[in-house]
């Protein structure tokens, strides 16, 4: 199947540092890209929709101010978690379709695991 | 916008027996059912999805069904194994294009006792 890298897989960070997410499709183009976010032993909550060469959609609730996304190429998507708190610590996670297979199926990175001290 | 139930939140069941995870969509015009396996600390993994133009669908030990109807569908593992146990999500789109989102259910954490 296709494959969506992550990357980093882990940081911690301090209070009040940015922190950037890198998301590539690597063997597959791809307009568009979520963001999701998962707290612990919680559901993928969709924060963001990527879209190449344009802004993101923002889900209700999620300041597009804090988490700035850039979709620059048809195979990278980055997320910045501006001045990280505490409570942005969880665990990050992107993913695409690839619709060249015909499935539809939507394929997630490994996910970035977030700490903020 | 979609909402997805999942139902339940914990289940386990002994290693053999069978297992039913069940979901429910508000939006009509989702058609497209994908469940997702996720095990600690990794990424979600697809492991069989419907559209809204069949019923059933099946792959080995796993099944789903869908009765659009009634706007629910479920998740059938038979002959369960201590592999089975993780994290399960259910969701739902409208269509499978680019900018269509996938809503989850709130998982279920299957633990298969052996």
């Known amino acids: 199947g296709a494959v969506v890298s992550q990357h980093p897989s882990w940081v911690i960070c301090k209070s009040g540092t940015s922190v950037k997410i890198e998301c590539r499709s690597l063997d597959f183009q791809a307009t568009t890209m979520f963001w999701y976010r998962q707290f612990p032993k919680q559901s993928l909550m969709l924060m963001a929709t990527?879209?190449?060469?344009?802004?993101?959609?923002?889900e209700q609730g999620v300041e597009k101010d804090k988490f700035l996304i850039n979709h620059a190429s048809l195979t990278l998507s980055t997320l910045t978690v501006t001045s990280a708190h505490p409570e942005d610590s969880s665990f990050y996670i992107c993913s695409a379709r690839d619709l060249g297979t015909g499935s539809g199926e939507l394929f997630f990175g490994e996910g970035s695991r977030l700490t903020v001290l | 916008g979609e909402n997805v139930e999942q139902h339940p939140s914990t289940l386990s069941v002994q290693e053999g027996d069978s297992a039913v995870i069940k979901c429910t969509y508000s939006d009509s015009a989702s058609n497209y059912f994908p469940w997702y396996k996720q095990e600690l600390g990794k990424r979600p993994q697809l492991i069989i999805d419907i559209r809204s133009n069949v019923g059933e669908k099946k792959d080995q030990r796993i099944a789903v069904t869908l009765n659009k109807t009634a706007k629910h569908f479920s998740l059938h593992i038979t002959e369960t194994q201590p592999e089975d146990s993780a994290v399960y999500f259910c969701a739902a789109s409208p269509n499978l294009e680019y900018g269509n989102k996938l809503v989850f259910g709130a998982g279920t954490i299957l633990r298969v006792k052996s």
């Open positions: 990527s879209n190449e060469g344009s802004k993101a959609t923002y």
